[in-house]
């Protein structure tokens, strides 16, 4: 079992920059892929970004493709959501989450373990 506690929401402004930080403690020794996804009111949870285990492959939502960056130091056991330019749209709680296997992937039933979010809100 591994647990995921996400920081760094907050309030910011329009263009402006926020950098989440997702912390994984327990069982991190499985070479997992994992992602990051946010949630607004009234809206299903939406898929944001993947990484892969080595860093090598990347996927990113139409929706955050060059203003968001994933990233991950497993020596740290953490992973990171670099955002910027951000806009009143992003305005969410943001989770991370640990995939089952090794491969990159977009579906939320592929993950099967979160952390309890942090919100993000961006005012224009």
């Known amino acids: 079992q591994v647990q995921l506690v996400e920081s760094g929401g907050g309030l910011v402004q329009a263009g402006g920059s926020l950098r989440l930080s997702c912390a994984a403690s327990?069982?991190?020794?499985?070479?997992?892929?994992m992602g990051w996804f946010r949630q607004a009111p009234g809206k299903e949870r939406e898929f944001l970004a993947t990484i892969t285990w080595t860093s090598i492959t990347t996927v990113y939502a139409d929706s955050v493709q060059g203003r968001f960056t994933i990233a991950r130091d497993n020596a740290k056991n953490t992973l990171y959501l670099q955002m910027n330019s951000l806009k009143p749209e992003d305005t969410a709680v943001y989770y991370c989450?640990?995939?089952?296997?090794?491969?990159?992937?977009?579906?939320?039933?592929?993950?099967?373990?979160w952390g309890p979010g942090t919100q993000v809100t961006v005012s224009s």
């Open positions: 989450a640990r995939a089952r296997g090794q491969l990159p992937t977009m579906r939320t039933s592929e993950y099967a373990s």
């Open positions: 327990g069982r991190t020794d499985s070479k997992y892929a």
